[in-house]
Structures are given as structure tokens and as C-alpha cells.
């Protein structure tokens, strides 16, 4: 059976944010300085990306900081002075021309905003509930840091899914819906055997996983009801004893990070 023979994890910049962003009900006042994450699936055909990071341009240009991030309390942090992916791709030794197709988790601004560098070049799988919500016209995604100038480009090549689908050899993305409309975690079977499931924003934080606790930022939904598609990764990760991976923590992204870089060295 074919599955993805490398990964790596891409860190494209941090948010400084509340911790009951990622929690519901945590202590008011704490704060996390969280991972931005990609992963980059080397598959047949090439190489696949889910998630992009931010759109540099609505963070470093002054007014449209102000328009679009004008909340002091929550703080993207980009890792330098150019483009974050091409940074982190550059630093992995892959070319942007190498990867064949994108993923997104979900279209919110810390995952959506890079994929300009993708408009007309290669395929895009998302939700068709995610992408009718963002581009819906309504003022409401906005207001849910679903920036519409992220991916609105009649260039882009989107494959739409509705519900679970194989998106590549090795590679499945399960609806995992309420964190937003059509947010999607991903499971990746390794060729050798074995693999992961990454969860995204379907669990932030290990904590998220282990005590299952509800999300902190939700659309549509109870908070309560983001229990269960923390249980059903949960339960495909037992089932086929796979790491469940939480999308920003803070310890977990950076130290699978280096123990993958190893592995595949």
C-alpha cells in the first residue's frame, strides 16, 4: 500500500492569544505563545503542503494591520523578514515549485494566508462547507479572522470534499467541523507503517486531547459539541495506533519538529 515517505513540520510564525482561545474556560489573563504549523507530505507525484500561515502583507503594512488585526490581545509574529513559508521551505531544502497541492485545515487567517503563492500553479483541497462560508459575502466570517482577501482569487484551483476523502496516496482528511464550518484534521499513513493523525485546530493543545476539553473559538456551534471530534480522532489514532498530534502546542510542534528532522537525516 503507498503512503507518504517524509514528513516535515514548518513553523510559519506565532500568536501571542489568550489561553481559553484554545481552551474554553481557561483562567482569564493566561497567555501562550503558540506555533503557526505547515506540514509538508512527500507523496506520490511530489510533494503536499497543509496550511499555509499568515498573509505577510496584513501584518506589516501598517493600515492593514490596523484593519485586520486591530485587537491588541491577540499578536501574530512572523519569523523573519521575508515570506514564512518561503523561509521555512528554503530551510528544509525544498523548492516552492515542488509541492503539487495544498490542504487547508481551515481558512482562518493563520492557516489561509499564504496561499497566494499557490493561485494558479496547483490544486487546493478544502471543505465545501468551509469555502461556501468564507466566501459567503456575509460580514460574520470576518469577524472570525476569516479574511476573505486571503483566498478569494478566481486562480485557485479548489477541490472541494464534502465529508472524509482521500486526498492523496497515505493521505485522509476527516471532517472535523466546529472549531469552524468545515475545519478538516488530517490522517497520514507512513509508507514503512505506522503514521500520524494531525489534529489542527481540532485540538490545540495536548490538554485538548488527553482531558478532552473543548476549544476555545468556535462557529456555529456549542463549545461543548467540539468534544466529539476530539474523541473521533481520538478513536482512528487507537484504532490504528497513530500519534494524535494537537495543531499549536506550544511544547509538542517544536519537539516532534526536531525528532522528525532526525529521523529522516
Known amino acids: 500500500m503507498s503512503g507518504v515517505r517524509r514528513i516535515v513540520l514548518l513553523t510559519l510564525g506565532w500568536e501571542e492569544l489568550p489561553k481559553s482561545v484554545s481552551v474554553h474556560g481557561a483562567p482569564p489573563g493566561r497567555r501562550l505563545r503558540e506555533p503557526v504549523p505547515g506540514i509538508l507530505l512527500e507523496c506520490d507525484g511530489g510533494w503536499l503542503l497543509l496550511d499555509t500561515g499568515f498573509n505577510t502583507a496584513l501584518i506589516r503594512d501598517p493600515a492593514l494591520r490596523r484593519r485586520f488585526y486591530p485587537d491588541p490581545v491577540y499578536r501574530p509574529v512572523l519569523p523573519g ?104 484534521s488530517f490522517v497520514v499513513d507512513l509508507e514503512g507503517g505506522g503514521g500520524f493523525v494531525f489534529a489542527f485546530d481540532a485540538a490545540d493543545l495536548t490538554e485538548n486531547i488527553e482531558r478532552e476539553l473543548p476549544v476555545g473559538s468556535v462557529i456555529g456551534v456549542d463549545h461543548a459539541k467540539t468534544v466529539e471530534p476530539i474523541r473521533r480522532l481520538k478513536h482512528i489514532a487507537a484504532e490504528r495506533g497513530y500519534r494524535l498530534v494537537p495543531g499549536h502546542d506550544p511544547d509538542v510542534w517544536p519537539s516532534l519538529t526536531a525528532e522528525l528532522r532526525d529521523y529522516y537525516t
Open 81 to 184: 523578514p521575508g515570506e514564512p513559508l518561503e523561509e521555512a521551505l528554503a530551510g528544509a531544502g525544498i523548492e516552492l515549485t515542488d509541492i503539487h497541492a495544498v490542504a487547508v485545515s481551515h481558512l482562518h487567517s493563520d492557516h489561509a494566508g499564504g496561499l497566494k503563492h499557490f493561485a494558479g500553479r496547483v490544486p487546493v483541497h478544502v471543505q465545501r462547507t468551509e469555502l461556501a462560508y468564507g466566501l459567503s459575502g456575509h460580514p460574520e466570517p470576518e469577524g472570525h479572522s476569516i479574511y476573505r482577501v486571503d483566498f478569494d482569487d478566481p486562480r485557485i484551483d479548489w477541490r472541494q470534499a464534502e465529508g472524509d476523502v482521500e486526498i492523496a496516496p497515505g493521505v485522509t482528511a476527516v471532517l472535523t467541523a466546529g472549531h469552524t464550518p468545515g475545519h478538516q
